[in-house]
């Protein structure tokens, strides 16, 4: 039975706050839980706490997904208005401080997160140990997103520069066909392809290369959720794949790759950048740690 919400209330976390405005936007439990990086039990055990704290029931699980009562569409309209208070406060405290400690938002595609990033921030912690991250990972047209909406301080992105957002180049890295077995170029028509889930400037990417170089469609034969995935397929025998990020490749893989050029002879790369918003770089923790990484990557240093 749903208590009085007036007696015995206990104080909600921004945690749950952030769950109810997810809810509300993805209308789905399951999705919601994808996207807070948590299990769907979760999801159902907290949500049944919030409405028990409130007193209220806020949403109804259907067939078909989330459906908000009155209640729940109220509280969903203060929610974001909320959130935005509370982030306010946050910021507003980190400008005051010294910029030494605190936690740092940052949005990072999923193979920057794994392959080149871990070490660079190993550094940085080892210089400002009470600094903590706060990581998003994801495809690099939602990282853009998330850093033009302020819900990261940092994006670490793959491909175009994007928008208004301030930038700083990293890195380049030139693309790699693999195989489980020596090729040539003009092999790849007739081979099947395993192409995996990329974001739609990549795809592009890809796909321009592509028919500048043949005048017929790849033989996609497998499509698969992650690079690594991609390239244990590979391994198999099952056919080839292009990799944008050749960090993909692991050297104990044993495969045959091939670096890939455009038709004017120079390489195929992808641009690899730090972004963030002119606003964010006001607050002293971020500017320090956006200073520390171009630095870094002006001395010649990994990034």
Known sequence: MIKNPIIGMSIMTEQDWNLIAALYRLRNITRTADFLNTTQPTVTKRLQQIEYELGVQIAIRTTKGVTFTPEGEFVASETEGLLRHIAEIKDNIQKISSGRAGSIKLGITNSMGRYILPSLLHRYKERFPQVNFDISMNVSGVVVEQVEERQAHVGFIRGDSYNKLEKCLLSVSQAVVA???EIKLEDLPSLPRIQYISDSYSKKLLDDWWDDHFSVPSKVGMHV????????????????????????????????????????GTPFVRANWMIWHAESYGIPLVRNFIDFIRATVRSGGEA
């Open 179 to 181: 195989y489980s077995t």
């Open 225 to 264: 959720n992650h690079g690594d995935t991609c390239r244990e397929m590979i391994s198999s025998g099952l056919g080839y794949g292009i990799f944008l990020s050749p960090e993909f490749i692991d050297k104990s893989a044993a495969l045959f790759t091939m670096p890939l050029f455009n038709t004017d």
